[in-house]
């Protein structure tokens, strides 16, 4: 019984047995005793199952525009999981992936603001940083803002909307760049946690995209991995935390000259050793920067999704 119940329950007891004469204690008494049932514990609102990738699941991710799958026919390559633009893509493509058995991972960048964004009025001045290195269409969001999470949250609901099996959430590791805002791995861990309610509570799940640094604080509140580049970096063994604990990476890397792709970078990417130490288990796919269809797998195979 909680602490405000007993205070109830004693409160009661004052009242009844201050008001009883002494010879109706017992009538009081019993009054009483109906106070004393201790009640059964609430069983508290079921959480919605949510969706978690195997480790070892063959995936594509196309981010520069949408695909276009006229039929089931068009699906390729044939993998298990789909990381596309959320906004590019419509609901009945997301539908048709997932009628022929596919999953599908929604992407936007919760941590930065694009130019190019149907909603990009709704930030406000205060939240955007310095520009993204590289990028010159995006500005640091600061993770912080009220506004911003607000944003994000919208954009949650759309993914649930449209059907989403999950969100890749982009640029969440500002604290790792020249971001403007004095962004740390605190409001990182803070906004990746915050995202994973929102996300959790709409019936899907939720990567971490790439901020190894934190991985150890967030483990147990995503789903999975998207890594790009842990070969390329040498950090693969990060992002080995979640494979073992039953957690797949889905790993990206752009080698130069792609798509021309030497068979002495296809060994050093597909391998378990080296520079590609503790990716093992890791899926893994070779994309040009853009990330448009073209996909080359390990197995030397290639491929392109229509656009």
């Known amino acids: 019984m909680s602490r405000l119940s007993w205070k109830l329950l004693a409160v009661s007891a004052a009242a009844v047995l201050g008001s009883a004469q002494s010879s109706a204690l017992p009538d009081a008494i019993k009054q009483l005793s109906r106070y004393l049932t201790v009640p059964l514990p609430i069983k508290p609102a079921a959480v919605a199952d949510v969706w978690q990738p195997a480790v070892g699941a063959s995936w594509q991710i196309v981010l520069l525009g949408a695909v276009d799958l006229q039929g089931p026919e068009d699906i390729t390559p044939d993998v298990d999981i789909y990381d596309l633009d959320l906004f590019d893509n419509d609901q009945e493509t997301f539908a048709m992936l997932q009628a022929a058995g596919k999953k599908v991972i929604c992407y936007f960048s919760a941590g930065s603001w694009e130019d190019w964004r149907d909603d990009k009025d709704d930030f406000n001045d205060e939240d955007l940083g310095k520009e993204l290195d ?174």
Not at 161 to 176: E, M
Not at 260 to 271: G, H, N, P
């Open 134 to 307: 590289g990028w010159p269409d995006e500005r640091w969001l600061d993770l912080t803002s009220t506004n911003v999470r607000n944003i994000m949250t919208r954009r949650i609901q759309v993914a649930a909307d449209k059907g989403c099996d999950a969100i890749d959430p982009d640029n969440v590791d500002g604290y790792n760049n020249d971001n403007g805002l004095g962004l740390t791995h605190q409001d990182s861990i803070d906004f990746v946690k915050f995202l994973s309610r929102e996300v959790q509570a709409r019936g899907m799940s939720i990567g971490l995209k790439n901020a190894g640094e934190i991985i150890g604080s967030v483990l147990g509140d995503v789903h999975f991995s998207v890594n790009e580049q842990c070969v390329q970096y040498q950090e693969c063994e990060t992002f080995a935390a979640f494979t073992d604990a039953g957690k797949p990476v889905f790993h990206i890397e752009y080698p130069e000259g792609a798509p021309d792709v030497s068979d002495e970078d296809l060994a050093r990417i597909c391998s378990s050793r080296g520079d590609a130490a503790g990716s093992g288990e890791f899926s893994k796919v070779i994309k040009l920067m853009d990330v448009d269809g073209w996909v080359k797998y390990c197995d030397g195979n290639e491929y392109t999704t229509p656009q």
